[in-house]
């Protein structure tokens, strides 16, 4: 049984950092692209960022630069280091691989 669980997230003014880690089970971690989404209420789910099995990593436009995507293979962990947050950088950050999805955990970023 796939399981992820974020944690992480919290309240933080604009510009300062947050990190995102998600701990998986259930399936074989280092064989699994991972990835984070975020959706604020009312709208689609979006993409923020992923990494492959080779640690190839892509980006949303709106997170280039601000935001990394790491994976720890020897403790199944994926992580998302935030720098320099915006007000818009306000969701529920979602952890998934394939069709599974965490429970999620809020981020919000006051001005």
């Known amino acids: 049984q796939v399981q992820l669980m974020e944690s992480g997230g919290g309240l933080v003014q604009a510009g300062g950092s947050l990190t995102l880690s998600c701990a998986a089970s259930?399936?074989?971690?280092?064989?699994?692209?991972m990835a984070w989404y975020r959706q604020v209420s009312g709208k689609q789910r979006e993409l923020v960022a992923e990494?492959?099995?080779?640690?190839?990593?892509n980006y949303a436009d709106s997170v280039k630069g601000r935001f990394t995507i790491t994976r720890d293979n020897a403790k199944k962990t994926v992580y998302l280091l935030m720098d320099s947050l915006k007000p818009e950088d306000t969701a529920v950050y979602y952890c998934?691989?394939?069709?599974?999805w965490g429970q999620g955990t809020q981020v919000t970023v006051s001005s």
């Open positions: 259930g399936f074989v971690f280092r064989g699994a692209t």
């Open positions: 998934n691989t394939q069709l599974n």
């Open positions: 990494i492959t099995i080779d640690s190839s990593t």
